[in-house]
């Protein structure tokens, strides 16, 4: 079967008319008038944009300190334990019933002062039996004594006699002793502590074998011990210090004993630095005759261990760390000036530094953060560099050891 396909028609072409010309240019025309009219509103808009307005620049406030030059002391910040100057555990001797205590818990006593009684009739009675005992072979011991010189009795027996009456000598003895203990007296001056064994209750004799319950505890504390550690890096500076000028702590007493510092002298430095914390103990023995410091108590210590001549010391907050070093602000006809530092010792409260400042400087202390190297400041208050020994606070110094932490 032949299929026929009839021919591809091509569709007749319409011939623009004037109509479709005139519409083509009026859309060219809008577009151009759009364009030019945007044109011409961002001309106007910023050729008339009206200028910022110029913002008054005003001075930072600021307060500063006067720069200072003065001996300056190179000090540690630690943190010492007062510790009793003895502590005894009172123990009885002998055994047997608690009859009385002669004190009050807390009580204040001096060494012979009666603490405790032990019921001392079996002991009486057993002293009374001994001096009966002593006394008779005191009588057989001069008896024979006298036969022996007239040879009317063997040496032997004249021997034995003698053995007797000094046996007799030393369980009387024994036997006054036991009796004495059963008065316990206080062994040392001191403050006592709470009752352990109450009276009434049977006690036990302590010994070397067997500990029993101590009766009381004293502590020692006129006078008492400051104990505290310092970093084996100071030991060379410990020593000299001690062997020249002698070392002396200075302890803050805060509110307590009137509120005021001290100073002790060290007396003992440790025999050897303690491995696991790389430290040296020192201790200074303070009277304590207001009674002002307790055993166990935490005080802060400044230990004075060498000095700065002729300082240039600011205080601590006018030094600034910036991208190229440590430096401060100072005040130069109305201006802040930054003026690089280097800071020698930081002692807790000033800064010893080196650097372009003299005695008389006014360094800023507070608003440093407003501050605009060269503009101009407006001082609104004054600090004047303190001395570190008067502002006792606990911590360590922040420079330039290895120490430095903690503060």
């Not at 200028?51 to 030059?69: D, H, I, L, S, Y």
């Not at 009486?124 to 001994?130: I, L, P, S, V």
């Not at 050897?272 to 207001?290: F, H, M, Q, S």
Request: no cysteine.
């Amino acid at each position: 079967m032949n299929v026929q396909i009839s021919p591809l028609q091509t569709p007749p072409v319409r011939d623009a008319g004037p109509d479709d010309a005139s519409s083509g240019r009026r859309r060219t025309i809008l577009i151009g008038v759009a364009a030019l009219a945007l044109l011409l509103g961002g001309f106007w808009y910023f050729t008339h944009k009206s200028a910022p307005p110029v913002r008054r620049v005003t001075a930072a406030p600021v307060k500063v300190a006067v720069v200072e030059v003065r001996n300056m002391s190179v000090i540690e910040r630690t943190i010492g334990t007062v510790l009793a100057n003895s502590t005894v555990s009172v123990n009885a001797r002998i055994q047997g019933q608690m009859i009385r205590a002669g004190f009050k818990e807390g009580q204040m006593v001096k060494t012979g002062d009666i603490l405790f009684q032990i019921d001392p009739r079996p002991y009486q009675a057993t002293y009374d039996n001994a001096l009966a005992n002593l006394a008779t072979a005191k009588a057989k011991a001069d008896r024979y004594a006298r036969l022996k010189s007239q040879n009317a009795i063997a040496g032997q027996e004249y021997d034995d006699a003698q053995a007797a009456f000094l046996e007799a000598k030393a369980t009387a003895e024994s036997a006054r002793l036991n009796l004495e203990f059963t008065t316990i007296r206080a062994p040392v001056n001191g403050k006592t502590g709470p009752i352990l064994v109450q009276p009434g209750n049977m006690v036990a004799a302590s010994t070397a074998s067997t500990n029993a319950v101590p009766l009381v505890t004293l502590n020692e504390i006129q006078p008492v011990k400051i104990a505290l550690s310092l970093p084996q890096s100071d030991l060379p500076r410990i020593q000299e210090m001690q062997r020249t000028k002698g070392l002396t702590v200075t302890v803050a007493l805060h509110d307590a004993g009137g509120g005021g510092d001290i100073k002790i002298p060290v007396n003992f430095i440790s025999n050897a630095v303690t491995g696991n914390t790389g430290t040296i103990e020192l201790r200074a023995t303070y009277p304590n005759d207001d009674m002002a410091l307790v055993p166990g108590q935490l005080v802060d210590v400044v230990v004075a261990l060498a000095e700065i001549p002729n300082a240039t010391q600011v205080p601590r907050e006018a030094v600034n760390t910036g991208p190229d070093g440590q430096f401060v602000y100072a005040i130069k006809d109305g201006t802040a000036q930054q003026v690089p530092v280097k800071v020698l010792f930081d002692d807790g409260v000033n800064d010893a530094v080196s650097g372009a400042l003299k005695n008389g400087d006014q360094v800023i202390t507070e608003g440093q953060l407003r501050v605009i190297p060269g503009a101009k400041v407006s001082i609104t208050g004054a600090k004047k560099a303190s001395n570190a020994k008067g502002a006792m606070t606990s911590g360590r110094r922040r420079v330039p050891h290895a120490q430095d932490r903690e503060g």
